[in-house]
């Protein structure tokens, strides 16, 4: 696992000592990679803004904030302060969003999401490099830095589920990050569609990063661990970009099974342990050190543990670090 990074994904739910605390032990365990998504909590783009105070190394990064949530001129502010903070640490990760959210929260509609997607990112990718924004539908800037040169090679990555968003983080982007898909679904899928994207493109894989987020916990009770990702993941189950990425991983008879369940119990113990398995890093130091080689052989790059509710991260952090250490 000597090429693959390893990072981790902080909540950014929990009170923002308990946040720089983590942030911290990751580091001194020498993680590559903090990242967090933008939630109904506190604001990814600002926290990561603080920790890029406390920290000197590892490299910080969004793995999902919205297009619709700020502008992209705002957008390109924020992610050019930070890294102008962290010194050259910040990776931009940008993602549609769901339509409940970006509806009941910014009052933003979803219009064509992989045209808007592309519209956006590269407004942004030209207010970093200093040139005119091209005219868009749905997006249109003239925004440019003035007394403040940002890093033209800030590095964007794209939340991507289904084909159509992969093609374009692999023609667009400098990486892809993953939420809740599957090893197999890496391999069979996402890599594929990646690599056949930026062939036709006449560009290579080279520094191409393919991220994914995986559910991990060490140890503790078995049945206590998978309730606490089935918590996490039951949500996803009724959103529409998951569910088809969940039927194309083998998964629709848990798609099934939860559709036919009378409540949220039910709902929960329809996502199989099969699917868990398959997705998550959950145990003993062996089984954490075979997920992520799965991954790896998978064809991630880069690996970002997610923590379990009801379980210690500290744990998982530790054990994980010291399988690749």
Known sequence: MSDMRLGAMLSIAVPYPEIA?????????????????????RDALTTFAALAAITERVMLSTTVVPIYARSPASMAQAAATIDDISGGRFRLGLGVGHRISME?????????????????????????????PEPGDRWQSR????????????????????????????????????????????RDTIVPTLTATRARAGKSMDNFAIIACVPTAYRGDRDAVLDGVRTELHRYFGLPFYRRMFAAAGYAADLAAYDAAPGLAGQKTAISTELLNDLCALGDDEAIGAALTRYQDA???????????GTTFDDALRAASALVG
């Open 104 to 132: 009941g929260w910014h009052g933003q509609s979803i219009g064509q999401p992989v045209a808007e997607m592309r519209e956006y990112l590269g407004i942004v990718r030209s207010v970093l490099q200093g040139r005119e």
């Open 299 to 309: 064809g991630a790059t880069e690996v970002l543990l997610s923590p379990v509710p």
């Open 21 to 41: 605390r983590q942030a911290r032990l990751a580091e001194e365990l020498g993680f590559s990679d903090l990242a967090s998504t933008q939630g109904p909590a």
């Open 143 to 186: 925004f440019a830095f003035v007394d403040f040169e940002p890093r033209p090679a800030l590095p964007i990555i794209q939340a991507a589920l289904g084909e159509r968003m992969l093609e374009l983080a692999a023609e667009v982007a400098d990486g892809v990050v993953l939420w809740a898909c599957p090893a197999t679904y890496v």
